[in-house]
């Protein structure tokens, strides 16, 4: 029902910034909360943040509250991660994701639909 392709990914110095997106297709975009995860070698896939179905609500790791923004753009059907102050525990394949339930549950739940993920290093 929800195909997500993530886009964005590189290497960036540590104090850099990377924008990553995400664009849906299949279903209408303003019926899903949106989110991104995160994955290291040899570590559990965890929470980075959520948007809310029409962007009014916002939820954030505790590792990356005031360096990270997630915000989206429903008339484009793309969802962004402004990833600001990069440090190198930031290296990780993070993952666009889509559910019908709500952005907070994202933190609790796993979400239903999931992109393939995009490569971000930071170097040091």
């Known amino acids: 029902q929800v195909e997500l392709v993530e886009s964005g990914g590189g290497l960036v110095q540590a104090g850099g910034s990377l924008r990553l997106s995400c664009a849906a297709s299949?279903?209408?975009?303003?019926?899903?909360?949106m989110g991104w995860f995160r994955q290291a070698p040899g570590k559990e896939r965890e929470f980075v943040a959520a948007?809310?179905?029409?962007?009014?609500?916002?939820y954030y790791a505790d590792s990356v509250k005031g360096r990270f923004t997630i915000s989206r753009d429903n008339a484009k059907n793309t969802v962004f991660l402004q990833m600001n102050s990069l440090k190198p525990e930031d290296t990780a394949v993070y993952y666009c994701?889509?559910?019908?339930?709500?952005?907070?549950?994202?933190?609790?739940?796993?979400?239903?639909?999931w992109g393939q993920g995009t490569q971000v290093t930071v170097s040091s």
């Open positions: 994701a889509a559910d019908s339930g709500t952005a907070q549950a994202m933190g609790v739940m796993s979400p239903r639909y």
């Open positions: 948007i809310s179905k029409f962007g009014g609500a916002t």
């Open positions: 299949g279903r209408t975009f303003s019926s899903v909360a």
